[in-house]
């Protein structure tokens, strides 16, 4: 069966770097791209972007352009999301989640990363 | 950016009542190419992952239950839930895929009495 399985919980201060890690399973990684959506605290959904997982081409939504980074390794079946100089408004639940039809479909069980001094 | 409207932003009702949820694009979601409606809904348990319920705003994921059924066109779209049931206790979101960035709606939160 699809499996999308995330890297656990990360503090970190701000200014540091955090690498998401998402590991796929039960298909072929390279046939679908990977989406990356953010919950803050308490809130909604956001789209963050997607990375084409054949090619490598990463889009990423305006509000995440600059600090954040979508990458891959192939050979592991595995997405990353790597935020640099991260910052108190970075903390929040993010998740991988496998395309369909443009639309994230099998979601990972997310990673919770928190900033704090 | 297209922006996705949901109402209400919540609701409590009853088991084995019916719920309607609405969402509202602020341009057409219908492509004309293929006459799709690039419209899901998520389902977000307390505590868990998104789960996605619905694609092309009215067909149902495999193993999601009838009682769940998506409609609409264009511009405005439903979630009805029949007969809702306890464990249908959820945030319930509407996303679009027509154009990046694919946006979310604030979501809808049903409660049950």
């Known amino acids: 069966q699809i499996q999308l399985v995330q890297s656990g919980p990360e503090l970190k201060k701000p200014g540091e770097t955090v690498k998401i890690s998402c590991k796929a399973s039960?298909?072929?990684?390279?046939?679908?791209?990977m989406h990356w959506v953010k919950q803050a605290p308490g809130k909604g959904l956001k789209w963050m972007g997607w990375i084409n997982t054949e090619t490598g081409e990463p889009t990423y939504a305006d509000d995440f352009k600059g600090r954040f980074a979508f990458s891959l390794e192939t050979s592991a079946s595995t997405a990353y999301l790597q935020i640099n100089n991260l910052k108190n408004e970075d903390t929040a639940t993010y998740f991988c989640?496998?395309?369909?039809?443009?639309?994230?479909?099998?979601w990972g069980q997310g990673t919770l990363v928190t900033v704090s001094a | 950016d297209i922006l996705m409207t949901q109402s209400p932003s919540s609701l409590t009702v009853s088991a084995g009542e019916k719920v309607t949820m609405s969402c509202k694009s602020s341009q057409s979601l219908l492509a004309s190419g293929n006459q799709n409606n690039y419209l899901a809904w998520h389902q977000q348990k307390p505590g868990r992952s998104p789960k996605m319920l619905i694609i092309w705003a009215s067909t149902r994921v495999s193993g999601v239950p009838d009682r769940f059924i998506g409609s609409g066109s264009g511009t405005d779209f439903t979630l009805t839930i029949n007969s809702v049931q306890a464990e249908d206790l959820a945030v319930y979101y509407c996303q679009q895929s027509y154009s990046a960035p694919f946006t979310f709606g604030s979501g809808t939160k049903l409660e049950i009495k």
């Open positions: 039960g298909y072929t990684f390279t046939d679908y791209s």
């Open positions: 989640a496998r395309n369909y039809g443009n639309f994230p479909c099998y």
